[in-house]
């Protein structure tokens, strides 16, 4: 029977099973390629919360979900077109989310009775064999059978060989989108090199379920989904952490300031340490600190040296950083606070993706402590956001906050990456002698942005006192005046406002400029809302979006633009955080949609919100 192929718009996939499925790797090897055919994509990685749930029960389901099209895409989906379930718990986790007349590839091995009691389905009830999944197309497949089958003449145990099932599904997802496989041989070619037994599984396990695509007659359709229009250039796949981390390595080539990391590992935020540490050859230092207070002094030290000093956490560990962070302030050296935030409070839920930190990075430590905070929107934004993160703290010789959440960090998309040429030069100026009529040095004497100098220890004749305690204004001295005190706490906010000079005015990323509806957003809201708003303003209704990346201190017109209209909606992965300060800073009767269930917020429950307002 000849294969007939059908070409469509766009596909959203999610690939499920037991955590030790393999099912982001699937995922990431799909979603590569994907990439490399120009083909626009986004990504959502759904890891369970604890580290080895017990096998085939609900908490341990694994998920990656890829929405690709021929479109520009700026969410993941809020339903998928095919479902890959590995067993019965992957199905009945995530067949919600699934559309009607979906198609469900299921590996029947992991629906025996002992994965449908893990599951949690009644005695006797299998999905696969009733009438449940009537409104769906069900392709069942014995994939643990075929990979072993596929594998019986390798000498490796039958665990060892199962392992390899995550290919083979992956091999008939290459067959079923007209896909080439060359790009995860590769993969598997460079991962497994010096492990041949593994490599040839692999391999053979990938190339297996292609081959029984290609040859079943019960599966007549093949399907593509052609090349995106998207701006001309090159491009590659980029998570939010990856791109975090290439925009610190840039800025630090561009400013000529070594990078030093100083991290305690903590979900989502550990990649970032994996990632600068492969990158030794452009200077950066990585120190994984016995505890997060360690790790932010390490930093901390190492501003005050004369590098960038960077830090990464979650809010938990932001949490423990707090009087360092109140340290810093005081010292006024650059240092940045790398905050990816997951849902709370305490451990909360480690693997799920929420906006809940932002009230954290603007009030809390103890004192009077002002820190500018910038926050990225997307995972290829991380690069440009934290490069302007970095240049802010140095510029103005402040601890800066920089927001990601596990959402942005762990998702994936196209990246058309720049070149060190557009990339904006960012002088750094250290200072090295006393200046002009100058007999002692001053380490609080400031410019006109209130900025005081940055002084490498040891320079001569510069030596200057630093510490916790409050310092006495221009001479830095041990100071318990309570005049100086009111003084150095008002010139301390006042920098941080100054800031506001130093950055863009906000822009309507699309709408009018003045209206029935604004909806504002921060983080990785910014997908959601511009294709919900998009979709809105295609039916005519009156409605704009603004997203805002400096949250402290705001863009300087962006009170202006908040009063140009009739109704403001924020939407947030948390219970109403901005919406508290933009009340509070510009007296605006905002409303506020909130979502707190570890996921992001859908474009469909968006869009309802929306017309229920411009009604």
Request: with cysteine.
């Amino acid at each position: 029977m000849a294969t007939k192929t059908e070409v469509l718009q766009e596909v959203v996939i999610k690939f499920a099973g037991d955590s030790g499925d393999g099912m982001q790797l699937t995922g990431s090897q799909f979603t590569n390629n994907t990439a490399l055919l120009g083909i626009d994509l986004a990504t959502f990685p759904d890891f369970p919360a604890e580290i080895r749930a017990p096998q085939g029960t609900l908490p341990g389901v694994s998920g990656y979900q890829l929405r690709f099209s021929s479109d520009m895409v700026y969410t993941p989906g809020d339903e998928c077109d095919v479902l890959v379930a590995m067993n019965a718990a992957a199905l009945k986790v995530n067949l919600k989310a699934l559309k009607k007349g979906g198609r469900i590839i299921a590996n029947t091995d992991g629906f025996d009775v002992k994965n449908l009691r893990l599951a949690n389905y009644p005695e006797g009830i299998n999905p696969l064999e009733d009438d449940s999944l009537g409104s769906y197309e069900v392709i069942k497949m014995d994939v643990t059978k075929m990979t072993r089958e596929a594998l019986k003449d390798i000498t490796m145990g039958t665990k060892e060989k199962d392992r390899a099932k995550n290919m083979f599904v992956l091999g008939f997802l290459y067959w079923m989108y007209n896909r080439s496989m060359d790009n995860t041989i590769q993969f598997i070619e460079e991962k497994f090199g010096k492990k041949p037994e593994i490599l040839e599984s692999n391999i053979r396990a990938l190339k297996a379920g292609y081959h029984y695509g290609d040859t079943t007659e019960a599966f007549g359709t093949t399907y593509t989904v052609v090349k995106a229009r998207m701006q001309s250039g090159t491009y590659r796949s980029v998570m939010g952490n990856q791109a975090l981390a290439y925009g610190l390595i840039a800025f630090s080539q561009k400013s000529g300031l070594p990078i030093f990391l100083g991290s305690y590992p903590i979900t989502p935020a550990s990649d970032i340490l994996h990632e600068l540490s492969r990158h030794k050859t452009f200077g950066i230092r990585t120190f994984q600190a016995e505890d997060e207070i360690a790790g932010i002094s390490a930093a901390i030290g190492a501003a005050y040296g004369g590098s960038l000093g960077v830090t990464t956490t979650s809010g938990p560990g932001m949490a423990l950083k707090t009087e360092a962070m109140g340290l810093a302030v005081m010292l006024e050296i650059p240092l940045v606070i790398i905050d990816v935030q997951r849902g709370g409070p305490s451990t909360g839920l480690p693997t799920k993706t929420e906006q809940s930190d932002l009230l954290q990075a603007y009030y809390g430590r103890n004192g009077e402590c002002p820190m500018p905070v910038v926050a990225a929107s997307s995972p290829h934004d991380c690069f440009d956001a934290v490069y302007e993160a970095c240049r802010i703290s140095v510029q103005h010789m402040t601890p800066i906050i920089f927001l990601s959440d596990g959402y942005i960090a762990n998702g994936a998309e196209p990246w058309r990456f720049p070149q060190s040429a557009d990339l904006p030069e960012v002088p750094v100026h250290f200072k090295k002698e006393l200046g002009h009529g100058e007999e002692k040095f001053h380490p609080y004497l400031r410019d006109e942005k209130l900025v005081r100098p940055w002084v490498v220890p040891g320079t001569p004749a510069l030596e200057h006192r630093i510490g916790g305690i409050e310092k006495q204004n221009i001479t830095g001295n041990v100071s318990y005046d309570p005049e100086n005190h009111q003084l150095m706490v008002k010139i301390r906010e006042e920098k941080v406002e100054k800031i506001a000079d130093d950055i863009p005015e906000q822009q309507l990323d699309s709408g009018p400029d003045k209206g029935k509806l604004l909806v504002l957003g921060w983080g990785s809201t910014y997908g959601v809302i511009k294709s919900a708003v998009a979709e809105l303003q295609v039916q005519g209704y009156e409605v704009s979006h603004a997203h805002i990346r400096y949250l402290r201190p705001f863009p300087k017109n962006l009170g202006d633009i908040i009063q140009s209209f009739d109704q403001v909606l924020i939407p947030e992965i948390n219970n109403g955080q901005l919406i508290k300060i933009l009340r509070d800073k510009y007296l605006v009767d905002a409303k506020g949609y909130n979502k707190i269930m570890g996921v992001p917020i859908t474009k469909g429950e968006l869009t309802e919100v929306m017309k229920k307002m411009l009604v």
